[in-house]
């Protein structure tokens, strides 16, 4: 015997379809148990419900009244199922993340750990590596997503969404911390040695452009493969180097090193989640993605 629970939920979806035969359809029953229910449903409420004809059904002003307030318990039902679906199945699951150097510690790490003590049962697998190599990976699917500084080189399919800005600068240890007495013209420091990204990187690109935008051309006498490894060799006074301000706090509040002024204003930088909009995202990985945009608000 179907309880008054049955009843209701079979004529919501006989009001909503507007059919008794698209709502046993829906329901995986037939027209005869519909027809047989929402009679009874009718007896037991004491008026009708429906105004049956060759053309379907359609609701009294009853039937209306009762809609409307099934409606809104039924949507209310099917979103808390969904949203206890979503809770049961993040206490598994993995997200694999590409990251470059520099959006791993100006952003990435700054707000993973919230992250992780959210949902523990997460299993998060990062990728550092080179922008370059961190979009490649979401474009072959090696990774759910990435986040990289600009420029990203990324094209469609692929899309670029903002998390957050940061400002490079330049950098100089103890033997060249004359330099931070007055801001200063690119081609003042000439025959300074400076230390850049190797030619390969998208942060290279970056610096190129902005010496040819001056009239200058980018020669480094040292060149690395990550921005961590700029504060080291310029505290050991082998060359000058820009670098992304956070990177330089630490070692500019220690008085190891100093900034470099300069009379060129350097472009301002962004850090970026990269996805492919073709391709979905598993359970984990679309909380992980909204977490880190709700972190960029």
């Known amino acids: 015997m179907k309880s008054s629970y049955d009843r209701y939920y079979i004529f919501y979806h006989v009001a909503k379809y507007k ?14 148990n519909i027809t047989h229910a929402m009679n009874r449903l009718e007896q037991e409420l004491g008026c009708r419900l429906f105004i049956r ?8 002003p009853e039937g209306e009244t009762l809609y409307r307030r099934a409606a809104i318990a039924f949507e209310q039902l099917t ?75 990324a094209s469609s399919p692929l ?8 400002q490079d600068i330049l950098l100089a240890g103890k033997k060249y911390a004359y330099l931070a007495d007055k801001p200063r013209h690119l081609s003042d420091l000439t025959g300074i040695p400076l230390i850049c990204m190797i030619e390969e990187t998208r942060t290279f690109e970056f610096y190129n452009q902005f010496y040819y935008q001056n009239g200058l051309t980018l020669k480094p006498d040292i060149e690395v493969a990550t921005s961590d490894l ?42 970026c989640l990269i996805q492919d909009s073709g391709r979905s995202l598993n359970v984990a990985a679309r909380e992980l993605r909204k977490f880190l945009l709700e972190k960029a608000a």
């Open 19 to 32: 059919s008794f035969t698209k709502a046993a359809k829906a329901l995986l029953s037939n027209q005869p």
């Open 53 to 60: 004809s060759h053309r379907g059904v359609s609701l009294t």
């Open 79 to 153: 979103l808390a199922e969904g949203e206890l679906s979503l809770a049961t199945s993040l206490h598994t699951g993995s997200v694999t993340i590409g990251a470059s150097e520099t959006a791993l510690h100006g952003f990435l790490l700054l707000h993973l750990r919230d992250f992780c003590d959210r949902y523990p049962g997460i299993h998060i697998r990062i990728l550092n590596d080179s922008t370059n190599n961190a979009v490649g990976a979401v474009r072959s699917g090696k990774v759910d997503f990435s986040l990289v500084a600009t420029p990203t080189g």
């Open 159 to 166: 899309i670029e969404t903002y998390l957050c800005s940061f």
């Open 230 to 271: 700029v504060v080291p060799i310029v505290k050991s006074d082998l060359a000058i180097g820009f670098l992304p301000s956070f990177y330089a706090t630490e070692c500019i509040r220690q008085k190891e090193c100093v900034r470099v002024p300069l009379l060129e204003q350097l472009p301002e930088r962004s850090i």
